[in-house]
């Protein structure tokens, strides 16, 4: 066998691996790294989102009284999870981070709210504009609102 056609045998071989790993269901190689590329973004995706949780979970416990509001942004293809917490409520607050989402052209389609001694909230959304939005610029404006949100209720 010639050293090209082994080169050759041995780059299917590692490409036949990696479509096994990834799942992929490709037949062409460059295909094949394509799928691979976007399962490499979604692993990238869950290690934030691990992290996040685990960061959160640290601070549950490490009893520290912080009550101001956590952000979590998750990306949902062409839509987003938010997640939102505190130890306290105040007026407003909820009213603000749904402002927030409408400034940035995202409809909720789905909202679970508790707002009685502490807040909380997980709204599902899409996309209203044709281009997508960061999950960084939405966690930004949704904890600019809560300031924002805050800085009124001291006012008072």
Same mark, same amino acid.
């Given at each position: 066998m010639s050293r090209e056609r082994k080169k050759a045998a041995a780059l299917q071989e590692k490409m036949q691996i990696l479509?096994? !790993?990834?799942?992929?269901? +490709?037949? $062409?190689?460059? $295909? !094949?790294?394509?799928? +691979?590329?976007?399962?490499i973004k979604g692993l990238k995706q869950k290690i934030a989102r691990l992290n996040q949780e685990i960061a959160r979970e640290e601070d549950t416990h490490s009893h520290k009284q912080n009550s101001f509001p956590t952000v979590s942004v998750e990306a949902l293809g062409h839509g987003f999870l938010v997640n939102v917490s505190s130890d306290k409520s105040y007026p407003g607050l909820l009213v603000a981070v749904l402002e927030a989402f409408e400034e940035l052209g995202l409809t909720v389609l789905q909202a679970t709210a508790s707002c009685a001694d502490t807040f909380r909230l997980e709204a599902v959304g899409g996309e209203n504009q044709a281009g997508s939005v960061d999950e960084d610029v939405i966690r930004r404006a949704v904890q600019q609102a809560i300031t924002n949100c805050g800085a009124e209720q001291g006012d008072q």
């Amino acid at each position: 066998m010639s050293r090209e056609r082994k080169k050759a045998a041995a780059l299917q071989e590692k490409m036949q691996i990696l479509r096994s !790993i990834t799942h992929s269901h +490709a037949l $062409s190689n460059p $295909s !094949i790294v394509m799928d +691979a590329s976007e399962y490499i973004k979604g692993l990238k995706q869950k290690i934030a989102r691990l992290n996040q949780e685990i960061a959160r979970e640290e601070d549950t416990h490490s009893h520290k009284q912080n009550s101001f509001p956590t952000v979590s942004v998750e990306a949902l293809g062409h839509g987003f999870l938010v997640n939102v917490s505190s130890d306290k409520s105040y007026p407003g607050l909820l009213v603000a981070v749904l402002e927030a989402f409408e400034e940035l052209g995202l409809t909720v389609l789905q909202a679970t709210a508790s707002c009685a001694d502490t807040f909380r909230l997980e709204a599902v959304g899409g996309e209203n504009q044709a281009g997508s939005v960061d999950e960084d610029v939405i966690r930004r404006a949704v904890q600019q609102a809560i300031t924002n949100c805050g800085a009124e209720q001291g006012d008072q």
